[in-house]
């Protein structure tokens, strides 16, 4: 039996490791992992009695991570503010007795039992930690510390020993509020979740949770609540808040028949909405399941440091050793070996590595949503920094989708051009195709019924009107553009052209990625002279046209031996191979196929490109604030290894920069949340339906 629990006030991924690595040490526990997102971190236990499993994981844990626990529900408890304070209380009052210890007079008696006590108030917590764990047989930066502590007491360094633990619990208060802090931001990011909704059911206005809506339900929605599933305006105009959305700013007008996304907040005015989707199908609920699941696919990055830190401290502990020998053989002091030793293990902790790197790819991620680009895991975030090339599929990605007439060619005098509309719209009424929306939205008379109504795929609709047979559709082969063609008794009498019109965003878009140094491409099944002018006009590298979903899957193949990394941005069902094949696949649109939302790697909520920017601009901040906690931390702990074993730093200096650096880059971690991709960028204007 394998179950979900989520677990609060664990934060650091090598604690998690450690804790993970004792679980299933448990023999009422087959198989136990930790997923630590910062988020919603939860461990799943596999085992033949669920009871007695989950009793001895709540025990454990307790014991070796006195601030976290295991809860069975399902909603996320917030870590217990009286716990910081009563750790501070504790610290304070062995910080005290470290004073009166080292500045008054006292009998041996007196001084020892001072001393102990003011190192158990500041680092009960690491003690207890290491002894549990190490009798689980797992080794970690609690035993180091704490081996440090004892080593310097015991070579006489009493003093040195009380600010080493008392350091490091500063610290490590420091680095629990630093983290909470970032969590706090990060879950305001996906506070999304609708918690109510109001039905109308026999005329009476009932609150009820999402999750209990039905398809056809009309829901109540007034100012400041948020919409809690997708569904159409029925009643009431008001303005709504899309920003958690979709990232854009402006508050979006809506009125009857206009769809609402679930998650919009109603900015004022009330409205009346009937539903399209139940709660799990619901817009709100797909970006919460993409966030909530973005860490279970990590960067290459955070996977080997992941790796490195499971054995970090063992390989600690042996280079101290040979820093003990070495200084020993030299010195022929073994007090001195042995203070140096421990110098090495004090700044060695891996705590900057394990927690700064995993917490910046989940802000950069986090960062991402906030701005409408919903990335699926931190190997796509990575990958998607790493671009060289981009292909896009055109209607619906670079294009609307919605089409305009253009022109309209009469070859029978007799009809005039409203007569060529009427008739086509008659025809296409039946019609879901784009083109047949496009005709009929510019007609401007009821429409009669008609007869022998025979729709052909790829070809148009027959029907009788009169006595008279008619066609519209495409019968011509030879024809470029868009063309519909009217048909009277076989002959021709009319054809209409239509275009496609090219998202605002597009270009600038185009012009954007250009300058990032990525060369892009549009794949479409459109006709030649249609793709040529849309390529012209964007200004893209290369365009090919009258491809086949399995053309744009060979095209992509082929080219992703002549780049590095191969995006595909599409919206369709035929996309989803192309989408699946590609390095980054980037779906368009939270409202298209769900297909190519699953398939994709990164999906944009709406429909502007201009967000692809916006994700490689976030995703190459991020890469680099990683690279900057890795390289900076690493530069920093080397160069106090080294003056340590030397003997030009001490321990105090050592514990300082190891607690220095981890918060250094607990914040720096940050600057990936708080970066604005388009803070300059005029250009970077999302789309709004009037």
């Not at 706090?184 to 009820?208: D, H, Y």
């Not at 008794?489 to 185009?510: F, V």
């Not at 002018?533 to 053309?551: C, F, I, M, N, Q």
């Not at 196929?593 to 692809?612: H, L, M, Q």
Request: hydrophobic fraction near 45%.
């Amino acid at each position: 039996m394998i179950k979900k629990y989520r677990i609060d006030g664990l934060d650091c991924p090598n604690c998690a490791r450690s804790l993970e690595n004792a679980l299933n040490g448990l023999d009422s526990i087959k198989s136990a992992h930790i997923h630590i997102d910062f988020v919603k971190s939860s461990i799943t236990i596999e085992s033949d009695d669920e009871a007695k499993a989950l009793a001895d994981a709540m025990a454990l844990t307790k014991r070796i991570e006195p601030d976290a626990c295991i809860i069975a529900e399902k909603h996320i408890s917030k870590k217990n503010k009286s716990t910081l304070l009563f750790d501070l209380c504790l610290l304070t009052a062995g910080i005290t007795l470290a004073i009166i210890v080292f500045t008054v007079k006292m009998p041996t008696w007196a001084y020892w039992t001072m001393f102990v006590t003011s190192a158990l108030l500041m680092g009960y917590k690491t003690y207890f930690k290491a002894v549990n764990l190490l009798f689980k047989g797992v080794v970690n930066e609690n035993l180091l510390v704490t081996i440090s502590i004892v080593g310097a007491t015991a070579v006489g360094e009493h003093f040195d020993g009380l600010m080493v633990v008392a350091l490091y619990s500063i610290g490590k208060l420091l680095e629990s509020l630093a983290l909470n802090k970032s969590k706090r931001s990060i879950e305001a990011l996906t506070n999304i979740k609708p918690e109510f909704a109001v039905v109308v059911r026999n005329g009476e206005e009932l609150r009820v949770s999402p999750s209990d809506i039905k398809v056809g339900n009309i829901i109540v929605v007034r100012a400041g609540e948020k919409v809690a599933v997708d569904g159409v305006v029925e009643k009431g105009e008001v303005n709504i808040n899309t920003q958690s959305l979709t990232g854009e700013s402006l508050p979006q007008f809506v009125r009857i028949g206009d769809e609402v996304l679930s998650g919009s907040i109603v900015v004022d005015g009330v409205m009346q909405i009937r539903a399209k989707t139940e709660y799990t199908n619901s817009t709100v609920n797909k970006i919460l399941n993409l966030i909530e699941n973005a860490s279970d696919k990590k960067a290459k990055t955070e996977t080997v440091i992941s790796k490195i830190s499971k054995w970090y401290t063992l390989g600690v502990m042996a280079l101290a050793v040979m820093v003990w020998g070495i200084v020993w053989a030299v010195t022929k002091n073994i007090d001195t070996a042995i203070y140096r030793g421990l110098i090495f293990l004090v700044i060695s902790c891996p705590c900057a590595f394990a927690i700064s790197v995993p917490l910046a790819y989940f802000s950069g991620i986090g960062n991402a949503s906030r701005n409408g680009i919903l990335i699926k895991g931190s190997n796509y975030l990575d990958a998607l920094a790493k671009l060289d090339c981009i292909a896009f599929d055109k209607t619906g990605t670079l294009t609307t989708g919605e089409f305009e007439i253009t022109g309209i060619n009469i070859f029978d005098k007799n009809y005039t051009n409203d007569d060529i509309i009427y008739l086509a719209s008659l025809g296409e009424q039946y019609s879901l195709h784009p083109l047949a929306k496009a005709i009929i939205k510019h007609n401007t008379r009821p429409l009669e019924k008609i007869d022998g109504v025979k729709e052909i795929a790829g070809e148009g609709v027959y029907f009788d009107y009169n006595g008279d047979k008619y066609f519209v559709g495409r019968k011509s082969k030879d024809i470029d553009g868009t063309v519909v063609e009217l048909f009277k008794c076989d002959k021709l009498i009319a054809n209409i052209s239509l275009s496609d019109t090219i998202k605002s965003t597009a270009k600038p878009t185009i012009y954007e990625l250009k300058n990032l140094g990525v060369k892009t491409a549009m794949l479409s099944g459109d006709n030649g002279e249609v793709v040529s002018k849309v390529a012209s006009e964007l200004g893209l590298d290369e365009s090919y046209a009258k491809l086949l979903p399995e053309d744009k899957f060979k095209w992509i193949e082929t080219n992703k031996s002549k780049t590095n990394t191969i995006g595909y941005v599409g919206d369709g069902i035929n996309d989803a191979p192309s989408l699946t094949l590609a390095d980054v696949g980037i779906s368009m649109g939270l409202g298209g196929a769900e297909a190519s939302i699953e398939a994709s790697n990164i999906v944009i909520a709406n429909d502007n490109p201009a967000k692809i920017v916006d994700g490689i601009k976030i995703s190459k901040v991020t890469r680099k604030i990683v690279w900057q906690n890795i390289i900076i931390s690493a530069v920093i702990k080397a160069t106090f290894l080294t003056l340590g074993a030397f003997g030009v730093t001490g321990m105090l200096s050592a514990v300082i920069a190891d607690v220095g650096v981890t918060l250094l880059a607990i914040l720096n971690s940050l600057r990936a949340l708080n970066y604005s991709p388009n803070k300059n960028n005029k250009n970077n204007k999302c789309e709004i339906k009037k």
